[in-house]
């Protein structure tokens, strides 16, 4: 089996430009089939997600070559967003073949990932091998960088290019929009391989290699022809071996998994892939992956963000706070009774209770301005004792909305629609949570493990938002993906067209400790987004409305958030965020998650 193009052309670095349905990645599919057929070392950085079909045969019944695919829709196992400097070891240091498919990355996960992949592979490769960039304008941009991140992308991308060669890497960029991909990445690679090209902007910058690498003279055929190549035929120009031709390029020998789906067709997995032994694998990455977390800026700053927001609410609760309502108010005094007062007794509980609430109202904003006060110090006691406040609040039956007695407040213009419609026992349990490490803190386990819990005890699949409320993460976070990741890679669970599920061995490993029932779940939940402040007082609101819609200027109100104002978008978009209250028609409601547990 010989390769169509020069093998001193591969030991170089290699660019493939052409239009989309030129069929460029059908050609270097080609030339890496050969490469590992030969036993090279490779690597492919797949935003496309059209890459993983080299596991199997061309007809899908038998396998192909053992190259490990990270993330996509058909993955052996997830790809960290935090994991580029993982995956860049199995590469430099443990030697694996592997696709790293970024096609399920938003654009700000994939350019971390890649940062941190392509700087970690610079400083550790030193053996060959031959590195692909699919869509490589993606990560080496020309034009005016948005952002440092992008910044450091490109630096990045470009120093792969300028200095990889020394190390051993050999890359080769594809793109469909030569004029995107950035000039020092482009005029680096020593081959190019030019197919259909139409757009002029494009044809200029494949006109930009020649005149950089090539002779000018001889490069006039190739960019005459550029609009009239065929589907799967182009140039293969060498200049430092002298090597031009035009080519068809033979048929891939693996799965077609970059092919256009037709009109009302899908493109059917294969039924056969060779065998990867994924245990060391994913012991590599797991590891990694925690570390990088606990090192992250990113994720460091977003945990200070919001200390610091919940400190800066904290100060307006304790700033509200009334000099004369710090002293204790006399207690209620107890009336001489006579036979039959009933009316002077009903009337004496009456103003009993409604003292009674007010002192708690009183001691509840006390302690709330001591937590901030131990935020202010720097002390751990701060959580210890938040955690520990609303678990006893909750353990009294104390959780009570802030702008009426119970019962009293009527939500929107229908007579006898009640906003607080029933205590918190029995239909709302709020005891304390059971489990405690022992400082007044729940001990609520790591997320996955939560995860784990909550699948193992569902009996279907979850969705996303309802996996992430009973696991208390936010769905919406990357740690919900590492923690699922960490389990599908386990062999834990699986995620299906409905949702995730536990495997029969992640149900066997589940820890059901871990599992937060409602009495538990709720209390963490309110920790979690700062009971004192806006959100949590929504939150409060609908659960004690549940299954009712409430307007939006009904709940502000009942909520005491003004709900024309930017904080009640802010306060609202931290419960419609994790999936605890939803938007509706009419207005907000507990989200259906945790209504058919409240009802």
């Avoid at 490769?125 to 952002?147: C, I, S, T, W, Y």
């Avoid at 030019?194 to 960019?223: I, Q, S």
């Avoid at 709720?522 to 004192?532: D, L, R, S």
Wanted: one cysteine or more; a positive charge.
């Amino acid at each position: 089996m010989k390769s169509i193009i020069p093998d001193a052309a591969l030991a170089q670095h290699v660019a493939v430009l052409g239009k989309t349905g030129s069929g460029k990645t059908f050609a270097v599919k080609g030339i890496i089939e050969q490469l590992l057929h030969d036993k090279r070392r490779v690597g492919i950085v797949d935003p496309t997600g059209a890459w993983w079909g080299l596991r199997s045969s061309r007809d899908g019944k038998a396998p192909g070559f053992p190259i490990l695919v990270l993330g996509g829709d058909h993955g052996d196992l997830p790809l960290p967003a935090l994991g580029g400097a993982a995956v860049a070891r199995l590469l430099a240091d443990q030697g694996v073949n592997l696709v790293a498919d970024t096609s399920l990355l938003t654009v700000g996960e994939r350019t971390r990932w890649f940062i941190d992949f392509a700087s970690t592979l610079y400083r550790t490769n030193r053996a060959p091998l031959h590195l692909v960039l699919d869509e490589a304008h993606n990560f080496a941009p020309q034009g005016k960088v948005p952002d440092p991140d992008t910044g450091k992308m490109l630096h990045a991308a470009n120093t792969l290019a300028s200095g990889g060669r020394s190390r051993g890497i050999r890359l080769v960029l594809i793109t469909q929009r030569p004029q995107k991909l950035h000039k020092d990445a482009l005029t680096s690679a020593d081959t190019l391989i030019a197919m259909r090209v139409l757009a002029p902007h494009d044809r200029e910058a494949v006109r930009a290699w020649v005149v950089g690498c090539g002779d000018e003279r001889v490069g006039k055929e190739v960019l005459d022809s550029l609009a009239s190549l065929k589907r799967g035929e182009g140039w293969i120009w060498y200049p430092e071996g002298k090597f031009l031709e035009r080519v068809t390029f033979p048929p891939i020998t693996t799965f077609d998994s970059s092919a256009t789906p037709t009109d009302g067709g899908t493109v059917r997995a294969p039924k056969s892939a060779a065998e990867i032994d994924l245990t060391e694998i994913r012991t590599s990455l797991a590891d990694a992956v925690k570390e990088a977390e606990a090192n992250d800026p990113k994720l460091l700053r977003q945990r200070i963000a919001t200390l610091e927001r919940d400190v800066r609410d904290a100060k307006k609760l304790a700033a509200a706070i009334p000099v004369k309502h710090v002293k204790a108010t006399a207690a209620v005094p107890v009336p001489v009774l006579k036979p039959g007062d009933v009316a002077k007794v009903e009337r004496f509980l009456e103003r009993a209770h409604a003292e009674i609430e007010r002192q708690e109202q009183i001691a509840s904003k006390l302690v709330d301005a001591l937590i901030l006060r131990l935020r202010e110090v720097g002390t751990p006691l701060a959580s210890a004792a938040e955690a520990l406040h609303q678990a006893l609040k909750s353990a009294r039956g104390i959780e009570r909305s802030t702008s009426a007695p119970i019962g009293s407040q009527t939500i929107g213009s229908a007579p006898g629609r009640v906003l607080v419609k029933r205590e918190l026992t029995p239909g709302l349990p709020m005891a304390p949570v059971s489990t405690s490490n022992g400082h007044g803190k729940p001990s609520r386990g790591s997320g996955a493990g939560r995860m784990l819990a909550v699948l193992a005890r569902a009996g279907r699949p979850l969705s996303r938002e309802e996996l992430g409320v009973w696991a208390l993460v936010h769905p919406g976070g990357g740690s919900f993906d590492t923690y699922v990741g960490r389990l599908t890679g386990a062999g834990h669970a699986e995620r299906g067209q409905h949702g995730y599920s536990a495997t029969t061995a992640g149900v066997a490993a589940a820890d059901p400790a871990l599992f937060l029932p409602l009495d538990s779940l709720v209390p963490a939940w309110f920790a979690k987004i700062g009971a004192g402040n806006g959100a949590g007082r929504m939150l409060h609101v609908r659960l004690h409305a549940a299954g009712a819609e409430i307007p939006r200027e009904d709940l502000g109100n009942a909520a005491q958030v003004s709900p024309t104002g930017g904080s009640f978008d802010t306060y609202i978009g931290r419960l419609t965020g994790p999936g605890l209250v939803e938007r509706v028609a009419g207005g907000f409601r507990v989200a259906r998650t945790l209504l058919e547990d409240l009802q």
